[in-house]
């Protein structure tokens, strides 16, 4: 009776570690191999410590190898979880990053991530993005400029040198210039034209394909004939949208987006800069200034939807920072010296009796 107390009593931690470790462990492993599914042109698999050589279709690469392409060259890789990476051309990817953090060298990429998959990081030199359930484009520049969309879903993108982040939404790019070191602003972009990309067009369709397109409709519903827009320019006087004045349409914007509910604030700004681009910088800051204080959202896409299906979600999910939807004031970069000042204006050097009272 004791005895088979005793290894009850073993056996169940045991198992509760074991439940512990495994969802973790193989959520990580679904992104240390992939089959080639697809290759356009020159796309070598450059093993660890060892010459390139040319990849075939359904070979599999595996953790330690990186991926290269040439010029005018795609290729396509598809990980056991199905999630997806696009590389464009002249671009190395290293297979098997550590947890599931996939890691950009250089070049253009598209990645697609399903949801409820465990989501992923993203590393392109000093920027991060984690992304739960997201289609995203970038491209690493030689330079160190990065570049980051989000095609549907969301992102929080860190520079995390500085502590920066930034929430980045469907239809919005972010910028990052090593010279500047910091984040720039969100940037509303033409979803449409996006999908013109090589990396989009020349590939069978994504998964994500009737997500990316419903955002693309609800940007074009806020501008269409007789909608919220149109309806709040002929209010203010105006004709139509592109006939309105800047102060006419203006006017109507900032009448709608503080009766927008939060969730719809970023379509309204989306389609707003679409159809009046030559006002971009104007809908960005009347679009701040309309933000609740202190609004931080988790890297979660349109009405939280993508949170409730994370919360009926049983596996684990990467940790998402706190990520403000526009940049907020960084602490100023003091330099230290390398040498520390024994005298200075503040503190004025020690006299004589000083130095003898201290023993020096």
């Not at 990467?318 to 003091?334: K, M, R, S």
Request: aromatic content about 6%.
């Amino acid at each position: 009776m004791n005895m088979e107390r005793r290894c009850v009593l073993l056996v169940a931690p045991l198992a509760v570690a074991v439940a512990t470790w495994l969802p973790n462990e193989l959520l990580a492993e679904d992104l240390q191999e992939a089959k080639v599914t697809q290759v356009v042109q020159d796309v070598k698999v450059v093993p660890s410590g060892a010459a390139a050589r040319v990849v075939t279709v359904n070979e599999t690469v595996r953790k330690g190898n990186a991926v290269q392409t040439g010029a005018q060259s795609r290729s396509e890789l598809t990980f056991r979880d199905q999630t997806i990476t696009r590389l464009g051309e002249k671009t190395i990817y290293n297979i098997g990053g550590e947890g599931r953090t996939i890691e950009m060298g250089s070049g253009q990429f598209l990645l697609y991530v399903p949801k409820n998959k465990g989501g992923a990081k993203v590393k392109m030199g000093a920027v991060t993005a984690a992304i739960t359930g997201t289609t995203v484009l970038g491209n690493v520049l030689p330079s160190g400029i990065v570049e980051f969309t989000v095609l549907e879903g969301s992102a929080c993108i860190s520079l995390d040198r500085v502590g920066q982040t930034l929430l980045v939404m469907p239809g919005q790019m972010v910028v990052y210039d090593p010279i500047y070191m910091r984040l720039e602003d969100p940037v509303e972009i033409d979803l449409q034209q996006e999908l013109s990309s090589p990396l989009v067009r020349d590939f069978r369709p994504l998964p994500s394909a009737g997500l990316i397109d419903a955002e693309i409709q609800s940007h074009h519903h806020v501008v269409a004939p007789n909608g919220d827009l149109d309806r709040a320019v002929r209010a203010a006087g105006a004709s139509s949208i592109a006939t309105a004045t800047p102060e006419q349409f203006m006017g109507a914007f900032s009448s709608l987006i503080v009766r927008y509910p939060p969730s719809q604030r970023r379509t309204l700004v989306a389609g707003a800069v679409r159809a009046r681009p030559d006002l971009a910088d104007r809908i960005a800051a009347a679009a701040r200034e309309a933000q609740p204080v202190g609004g931080y959202v988790r890297g979660y896409g349109k009405d939280a939807k993508d949170f409730k299906e994370y919360k009926e979600y049983k596996g684990k999910e990467i940790a998402l920072p706190e990520c403000p939807p526009y940049n907020q004031p960084l602490p100023p970069f003091i330099p230290v010296p390398l040498t520390p000042q024994v005298n200075s204006p503040e503190k004025p050097p020690k006299t004589e009796t000083e130095h003898k009272q201290s023993g020096e």
